[in-house]
């Protein structure tokens, strides 16, 4: 995860072109970074930056000289329209700040959504339409603030709910209409008891925010969000078997330590795969078969120790391949060299120590704070980082001090804010980075009547992650049963944390 950066973007010339574009690699970057589209091209040859393999020197070295020197997609994705803000997004137009959003539309700051249109600041949806401010929901519609609901329409402020209609604050539903907290209601006192409720009012907003809370303290918490698996552990896996130890698997089977996957088979220490099988310690890998080692590698099979290869087969130590067989470091041999020259390569990283061992961090392009290993997995200080002899990266002066208007200062309605908005800079009331409001962006939030944001978008996004538990397990005892359990809910956690057996008696 330390060589995944989604969210960090840098304006820099096209080392091709020239042009102005947005990039993971800011300009000083050692290696030239292409434009995607101009990555893709075929008037530019990376076998021209083949070299012979040095047994002299341990192999992490010499695919350091190599990672030097070639050159690199600005940001991944593929098939998209109207989508230059957007980093790994693919088969989706029209979407601004999203990161790993598939087959969407019309989204703005959103992260992990499938078959989704026409919502802002959601995480972790699929199959959702006009929502805001959305986590791990599935199959809604104007939905606002919801957490690990589904099937869910014009509800608001919802936690674990499903089926539910017109429901406002409520936690642990199924099947219901015009509920308040959790109190049924008639269709006309909803609506009179809701006409009441001024959601941008911040005072209403906490008021709502501290009831749905204590709902939630008394509700049972599912000790692993599963549906249809069988013998599986971790947390958020669907219609999968025998994975162990994972989180957010989709349709997969036989895994082990893989997190964020969908279509996966055999797959043992991986993050990121996606319809592959047989595939260990590596990350982003697409449709790949029978390879280790490799990072965002797309239509293949046995690769090994590969970086950003397309449609490759049989290659080592190779970055930036497509349609290649039989390469060692960039380098093309033919099948028979390539068969005789592999296993002395493999020997010489047995005694090295190498083989069998992921790229070191210390490789990585990106600075540790900008990766997913940070943000995601396991936050360090930067005098850690350091110690470690890992990059570090400082924030520059001009993300901040830069605001034109103060957000805090105005008590203006959303229906009284003026298109001139989108001229202005405003500062993130937490972290005080500068962010700015599209035109796109306040046309939604008028239409469903939504107050100004006062925080940046990567406190909004940091505050949705904080809505899942941490991607790590313990032993607990079913707080009901006393039945033993592995969670994701830390054993000195507030909430009542129960089996899947107590849990369905109780909620239905």
């Known amino acids: ?20 574009i947005l990039s993971v690699y800011p300009a000083d970057t050692p290696f030239p970074v292409y434009e995607r589209k101009e990555w893709l091209q075929d008037d530019w040859d990376p076998l021209r930056y083949g070299r012979d393999y040095d047994f002299s020197r341990p192999f992490f070295d010499q695919f350091a000289d190599l990672l030097a020197v070639v050159p690199r997609a600005a940001l991944n994705g593929q098939n998209t329209e109207n989508a230059d803000y957007c980093n790994f997004a693919f088969d989706s137009r029209t979407c601004y700040m999203c990161q790993c959003v598939y087959v969407c539309e019309s989204l703005l700051y959103a992260y992990w959504l499938l078959n989704c249109r026409d919502c802002v600041d959601c995480s972790y949806c699929f199959e959702c339409e006009l929502c805001y401010d959305c986590t791990d929901c599935n199959h809604s519609y104007h939905c606002r603030s919801c957490i690990l609901s589904h099937n869910c329409t014009d509800s608001f402020f919802l936690y674990d709910c499903r089926g539910c209609t017109n429901c406002f604050g409520c936690v642990g539903l199924r099947k219901k209409s015009y509920c308040l907290f959790n109190q049924q209601l008639t269709k006309e006192d909803y609506e009179a008891r809701m006409a009441q409720i001024d959601l941008e009012n911040p005072e209403h907003r906490e008021a709502a925010m501290k009831k749905l809370v204590e709902l939630k303290r008394n509700h049972p918490h599912l000790y692993s969000v599963q549906e249809k698996t069988e013998q599986c552990t971790g947390d958020y896996i669907f219609e999968s078997k025998t994975c162990v130890d994972c989180f957010q698997m989709y349709r997969c089977e036989d895994c082990q330590w893989v997190q964020d996957t969908d279509g996966v088979q055999d797959a043992l220490d991986c993050y990121h795969p996606g319809w592959s099988e047989l595939i260990y310690e590596s990350y982003s890998l697409v449709s790949q078969q029978s390879s280790a ?39 093309q041999y033919t099948e028979e060299e390539y068969g005789l020259l592999l296993p002395k390569i493999v020997k010489h990283m047995q005694s090295t120590g190498e083989y069998g061992e992921f790229f070191p961090i210390t490789l990585s392009p990106f600075a540790y704070n900008e990766t997913l290993a940070h943000e995601q997995h396991r936050p360090l200080s930067k005098e850690q980082v350091l110690a470690h002899g890992w990059k570090w990266k400082e924030e520059t002066e001009t993300s901040t001090g830069k605001e034109t208007i103060r957000l805090h200062d105005s008590s203006l309605s959303i229906t009284e804010v003026s298109d001139a908005i989108t001229k202005e800079i405003l500062a993130c009331e937490r972290c005080r980075k500068n962010y700015r409001i599209i035109p796109q962006e306040l046309a ?41 359990i592995q969670t994701s809910y830390a054993p000195d956690r507030p909430e009542r944390v129960v089996c899947e057996e107590c849990y369905l008696k109780e909620i239905y």
Do not use: V
């Open 1 to 20: 995860m330390a060589w995944r950066n989604e969210r960090s973007l840098y304006h820099r010339p096209c080392s091709k072109t020239g042009k102005q």
């Open 444 to 484: 939604f939030y008028r239409t469903h009547m939504i107050p100004l944001p006062r925080l940046c978008p990567d406190c909004r996004y940091t505050d949705r992650l904080m809505t899942r538990n941490p991607r790590h397990l313990w032993q607990r005892t079913c707080a009901d049963c006393q039945k033993p």
């Open 293 to 331: 080692f490799c990072i965002q590698c797309w239509e293949g099979h046995g690769n090994f120790y590969c970086d950003t290869c397309q449609h490759t087969e049989h290659c080592f130590g190779c970055i930036s391949l497509q349609q290649s067989k039989f390469c060692i470091l960039n380098k």
